[in-house]
């Protein structure tokens, strides 16, 4: 299914397509079918929930060390059955609307990637968590073929559109990630005997996956999204064109301190991505200061939380790196980690799913009466028809008491940490549900108008 381009700059706006702004410069004519992005933002929500399911069942115990296999396995069930599978349908989505160009062969790299993600975060949680070396081995094998298909097809669209802000920020993301997966199959491989297990490189694993792939991709997708869905103006041009590139620079500044054991290197780079990060914050709190729609939203709500989080994560990497702080110390270590994924990354990327899907099933609902020829005849739900705010409500009020209790398990531990893995779990499943009710009714729209006379 194909949609039609829109190309609004310094032109009148297309009646069936109200929400966008004219001055925007996109390309719909170039998306994805619908499902290409659309199975991705489905399976992630439940592959989170089941990250808190396995935290509440292993209790105390999973906030004893930031080393424990249940606290990995259901970390990573977040960060790379969420988060990343997010991502990956992202990229694959909005690569081609703003820069024009698709991610070759996305209807079938799209759905072997994800399945491939998904399945593979499966069995490395369950190989974590079950100390089963097999699980894990597999886990590596499918995680390694999955993102060895997604990896270099969006190099080759990155690479075409290095012109743009947003395809340049993308393209350094995807390089990020493919050191996060270098280095994250070598520690399963260390954790499945394969090789041995060096703990030493799990901080610049962290680091590259959550400040290089997952802070260089927000920061590409909002110079798009923010002014768009969030009615603000648009980035200061100093901003998109060189923030991402200090980012990356910075990170490999400090892998290579960290790895030549270089302290002022390290440390200059540390502190140059904080400030990088900080101050991308900074101006997207600041560009939300500034919107023309007033009226409250839920993720504008969520961006600000994560916005707010980054700062506070940002600042308390420069403290640690001038001593004023220990994050080798358990609490607050975890307290960092805590707010670094679930207040910055789960934050945004919730926020993003709130508006992105719905608009992607509306706007293929035009393109549907469209090409039937039934445009006027059949009445198609607008976006908060399709996602009505009352449900997004409800889990953004959950994703803050998850926040909360982690951070309280994280001070206070005992049966906190059981409580807190059920409401990631309610948090979760409640955006889950969301999605899914959104799919439900664009497909009784777009049943209506199949069945509608021509």
Known sequence: ME???????????????PLIPANADLHFDRMPPLWVPLRAFLIAPFLGLGGGLLLASAGDAAFSSRWTASLLASAHLITLGFITLVMIGAVIQVLPVVTGVPVPAS?????????????GVIAMAWGLNGGLPVAGRVGAVLLAAGLSLFVPAALIAAWKTRHNPTGRAMGLSILSLIAVAGLG??????HAGWVPLRRDLTDIHAAWALGGWVGLLVMGVSFQVVPLFQVTPSYPRVVEKYLPAVGFLALLAWTAGRLGRWALVANIGIVSLAL?????????LWLQTQRRRKLRDITTDAWRLGMGCLGLVGLATIAATFGVL?????????????????????SVVQGMLYKIVPFLSWLHLQNVATHRGVVGQVKVKNMRQLLPVKGPRRQFASHLV????????AWFGGFWVRIAGLAVAVDFGLLGIEVVGVVRRYREDEARILSAPQ
């Open 402 to 409: 998850a926040i909360g209790a982690l951070l309280i398990a």
């Open 107 to 119: 209807n079938w790299v799209a759905p072997a990637s994800q399945f491939g993600v998904a399945l």
């Open 276 to 284: 990088s990060l900080g101050t991308y914050a900074a101006v997207t």
């Open 185 to 190: 199959v070598f520690l399963l491989a260390g």
């Open 326 to 346: 220990d994050l080798l110390e358990p609490r607050t270590s975890l307290t960092f980690g805590i707010l670094l994924v679930m207040g910055f990354a789960v």
């Open 3 to 17: 949609s039609r381009r829109c190309r609004c700059r310094g032109g009148r706006q297309p009646n069936h397509q």
